[in-house]
């Protein structure tokens, strides 16, 4: 390389740099959308259940059919495909208190799908809606995603109670919900959706349910 | 119920693992890799140790291997055994993701020891580079949890057709007055860090590919430059004016100026609540 030729290609760096450097920088703003809403059947499941988790998923072409696969695999505890995002197993009162934070919304139609987790690794709860959460954004419209009950919840449901009497005992005081015989001390009552139907009232996207 | 959920969230990757060892079958990772798909941990354990214990293999298997054991661990209530383990797989992969298809309670070994990366300085690495003045190779290994055993290293000068070789005991400096490098400024060269059963930790350059390290300055090109406005103390110095001078008006230029109108890039972020 010849010094002449050196000179030339600093030179023509020197150019680019000030030429890249007159390009605008975008200014990031940070947006939030209108708030994912998952609703338990009531508050007694949420007494019973430890943390929840909740994962992002690519939807396929029928997106009925998609959310019922999605929610017996989120029952089976294990998932086919890897989730597009996964927020983690987060305790539940943490997520009923703070909320969760999803850092960047996937523009297009997502499965979101939550998977709602008792004190020893069982499911209680799932429940699977598929949303454009950009859309939703932009008609400020907020999504609330029916949880139904597993078939494990509803057989310790039915045969025993929360030790602890409320959200607040569970959370702040965190007493135990340990599961104790019926007739102990109770605060709600399980008629939500049965396991499976995590449909809401969203157009045409929600699950079908099983 | 423990070990059934290990054994659904890791048959997707399993499966592709097992067919992949069909080129190494009756190895012992291939015999660990068919007892985690017959979710016997006790053997995965076994198998994944002998595969561990007779060296010669390559990162991404030896990264497997430590995958292996440490599930094996995790699942066998060896807690600290799979901390060790998963700590070894994370110095090798340090983008490894085994917590997504363990059950939540089965994660606390592996995020432990992601935890310890996380507040680490520095990762398992090696770097190389040689002087100037002497042409010796200087080797500057970071082991955190002291993995490595030995390196070796083969090197070449340049317009040279043979590397000579040369094994030492891993330390965390080390350098090699290479026959045939002596008041050389550059050269090729290979490194391979071993662990103490002969597995490889860390590999640079290959026979056919090999690494190079240092500058090519031709002797000429050096005598031009002494003559030439390159030698000058004073180019350098107005050059170094001038770039300072254009880096302060760039940004100021966009610091100031341009903020007014600058393109505005939303990023969406959502919120997830509980209720009943």
């Known amino acids: 390389m010849t010094g002449r030729f050196r000179a030339s290609v600093m030179c023509l760096l020197f150019a680019s740099c000030i030429a890249a450097g007159c390009e605008k920088d975008p200014v990031i703003v940070m947006k939030e959308a209108p708030a994912i809403t998952f609703r338990l059947p009531n508050d007694r499941m949420f007494r019973f259940s430890a943390s929840i988790q909740v994962t992002v998923h690519q939807p396929g072409a029928d997106w009925i059919s998609n959310c019922f696969l999605l929610k017996q695999q989120a029952t089976n505890m294990s998932f086919t495909e890897e989730p597009l995002l996964d927020l983690g197993v987060q305790p539940i009162c943490d997520v009923r208190r703070d909320g969760l934070v999803i850092p960047e919304v996937l523009p297009g139609p997502r499965a979101y799908v939550v998977q709602i987790w008792g004190p020893t690794d069982r499911v209680f709860g799932t429940g699977c809606q598929v949303v454009d959460l950009a859309q939703k954004a932009a008609a400020g419209e907020e999504t609330q995603i029916d949880v139904g009950a597993t078939p494990v919840y509803t057989t310790l449901a039915g045969s025993s109670d929360p030790a602890c009497a409320n959200e607040a005992e569970k959370c702040d005081l965190e007493l135990s919900c340990a599961p104790v015989p019926v007739g102990g001390r109770d605060a709600g009552t399980d008629s939500g959706p049965p396991a499976g139907d995590g449909g809401s009232a969203d157009a045409g996207a929600e699950d079908g349910g099983a | ?276």
């Open chain 2, 1 to 276: 119920m423990h070990l059934l959920r290990l054994a659904h969230g890791l048959l997707p990757a399993v499966a592709i693992l097992a067919s992949a060892s069909g080129a190494v079958a009756q190895s012992p990772l291939a015999d660990a890799e068919r007892s985690y798909v017959a979710v016997d941990f006790d053997a995965t354990l076994r198998h994944a140790t002998r595969a561990l214990e007779e060296g010669g293999h390559p990162p991404n298997e030896l990264a497997r291997i430590y995958e292996l054991i440490g599930v094996a661990k995790e699942t066998l209530r060896d807690y600290d055994g799979a901390k060790a383990a998963f700590l070894r797989l994370l110095a090798l992969r340090p983008d490894a993701r085994t917590h997504e298809v363990l059950a939540p309670t089965a994660r606390g070994s592996f995020l432990e020891a992601r935890g310890f990366w996380a507040a680490q300085q520095e990762r398992l690495g090696v770097r190389v580079d040689i002087s100037s003045e002497t042409g010796a190779l200087r080797i500057s290994l970071s082991d955190p949890i002291q993995m490595a055993r030995r390196v070796v290293i083969r090197a070449r000068a340049p317009n040279a057709r043979a590397f000579v070789q040369t094994e030492r005991p891993a330390a965390r400096n080390m350098s090699w007055n290479a026959p045939g490098l002596e008041g050389q400024t550059w050269a090729s060269y290979i490194l391979r860090v071993l662990d103490e059963h002969g597995n490889t930790l860390l590999e640079i350059g290959s026979e056919e590919s090999p690494e190079t390290v240092g500058q090519r300055r031709g002797r000429g090109e050096e005598e031009e430059e002494s003559g030439s406005i390159f030698a000058s103390p004073w180019f350098w110095i107005v050059t170094g004016v001038v770039v300072a001078g254009a880096v302060s008006a760039i940004l100021y230029w966009q610091l100031v100026v341009e903020q007014e109108d600058a393109p505005v890039q939303e990023v969406l972020v959502g919120r997830v609540r509980l209720g009943w």
